[in-house]
């Protein structure tokens, strides 16, 4: 990988040990994914005598004795949430949808490796649409998009998104990219973007695709993962553009809002990194079988 000078040799050699232990780090045991998870504590009432989960003693007062963590239930001292590892294996009962849920929470709380809603909807798009034309930039109508929403929060994994409920597969493009603009923390972190924007500026195309490849390590295991799939498959998309006309700067403008915003809610930032976000996503689907 990026070998393009011995010294190039060598660090290509590294960012190919660490893709190696990135993937690693997505492997997964007894059909269990091991991806970290900070524990969301919010101030808690509790009733009735309570012990802390960390420190085992006593939680003295009459209100907000404590926090809990509304992903998994675990109750402790606020001063002991501090030091709490990121461990926290949510409850499905505690998880009332898919749409707008966090991505680590929800990959945690089905055990899968991904949101069930990018592996359905892929399938369903390879299945019977790489070949329509303007995939991803034509829209389905909004309700219909809005319904699948519904079925993915009502019935999980077994909501039925087949060309007899939906044959327009541009319903499904478009419930997949609402699912991804609908998350609270975007697949491309609000940690990383501006390293990425920044990554985008460099002019020398082989030191900006190690740079892009430098800051995807950063990002947590499950936005990664998730990542690395949807490449995949958008590379298979530009691989019918003589059908589709769907090329990777096209995707890129699709996706490039979709998958990365500005931490702060500013249009004139997010109008000026524009054409940054979509020359990152542009890169990673041409270059997804060296950057993953």
């Known amino acids: ?8 040799c060598l660090e290509g050699l590294e960012c190919g040990i660490s893709s190696l232990v990135r993937r690693a780090a997505l492997t997964h045991n007894d059909n269990h994914f091991n991806y ?26 009459l209100i907000a004795q404590g926090v809990r963590c509304s992903d ?13 590892p990121n461990d926290c294996q949510p409850d499905l009962k505690r998880i009332k949808k898919v749409y707008c849920c966090d991505l680590t929470t ?19 798009i390879e299945a019977r649409g790489l070949k329509s034309e303007g995939l991803y ?3 389905g109508f909004t309700e219909h998009i809005e319904d699948v929403k519904m079925a993915f929060d009502r019935d999980g994994e077994k909501a039925d998104i ?33 390293k990425f924007i920044e990554a985008a500026k460099i002019s020398n195309a082989d030191e900006r695709l190690e ?13 990664y993962e998730t990542l690395r799939y949807l490449m995949i498959h958008l590379k298979k998309v530009t691989m019918n553009e003589k059908d589709n006309f769907m090329n990777a700067e096209n995707l890129g403008i ?21 054409r940054y976000q979509k020359l990152i996503v542009q890169i990673l689907i041409e270059n997804e079988d060296v950057l993953f």
């Open 137 to 139: 930039r034509v829209s």
């Open 211 to 223: 740079a892009v490849h430098e800051v995807l390590m950063l990002l947590p295991p499950a936005h």
């Open 1 to 8: 990988m990026f070998c393009y000078s011995p010294r190039g």
């Open 72 to 84: 998994c239930g675990l109750n402790v001292h606020k001063q002991c949430s501090k030091h709490v």
């Open 162 to 194: 087949s060309a007899n409920i939906y044959p327009d597969i541009n319903i499904i493009t478009g419930a997949l990219k609402l699912y991804f603009r609908d998350l609270p923390i975007p697949v491309i972190t609000y940690d990383t973007y501006s």
């Open 106 to 124: 929800l990959v945690k709380a089905h055990n899968t490796q991904r949101p069930m809603v990018v592996d359905i909807c892929i399938r369903e």
């Open 254 to 274: 699709v996706f490039g809002p979709t998958l990365m915003r500005p931490p702060e809610d500013s249009t004139l930032t997010t109008l000026h990194d524009m």
């Open 36 to 61: 970290e998870k900070t524990h969301n504590f919010k101030v808690h009432t509790f009733r009735g005598p309570h012990w802390c989960e960390y420190c085992a003693n006593f939680m003295w007062g």
